[in-house]
Nanobody, 116 residues
Framework: QVQLDESGGGLVQAGGSLKLSCAAS????????MGWYRQTPGNEREKVAQ???????DYADSVKGRFGVSRDNAKMTVDLQMNSLKPEDTAVYYC??????????WGQGTQVTVSS
């Protein structure tokens, strides 16, 4: 089992920045990919950014150039630095971890609200 503990989020004006952090605990040796998804009411959860254990990153087109994902394999943490935030970035953001066996774990979610 893997547990994910998120921190960060909150309210920010458009153009501002926020940083989300997530720490994994439990069977962390099983984790390959870590990242972030987001979800708005009535919509499916969508991938924002992810990083593999080898450091390969992947971003949604909507956040490329504005968000940066980073990972500390020793501490098994993953951060999401969000810059130039837009109102459409408002969502509940979820930390995720995927094991080598392709099992997904999710954090409890943290609200990000960007005001115009």
């Amino acid at each position: 089992q893997v547990q994910l503990d998120e921190s960060g989020g909150g309210l920010v004006q458009a153009g501002g920045s926020l940083k989300l952090s997530c720490a994994a605990s439990g069977d962390i040796r099983l984790i390959n990919v870590m990242g972030w998804y987001r979800q708005t009411p009535g919509n499916e959860r969508e991938k924002v950014a992810q990083v593999t254990s080898a450091g390969k990153t992947d971003y949604a087109d909507s956040v490329k150039g504005r968000f940066g994902v980073s990972r500390d394999n020793a501490k098994m943490t993953v951060d999401l630095q969000m810059n130039s935030l837009k109102p459409e970035d408002t969502a509940v953001y979820y930390c995720t971890a995927t094991t080598w066996a392709m099992k997904n774990y999710w954090g409890q979610g943290t609200q990000v609200t960007v005001s115009s």
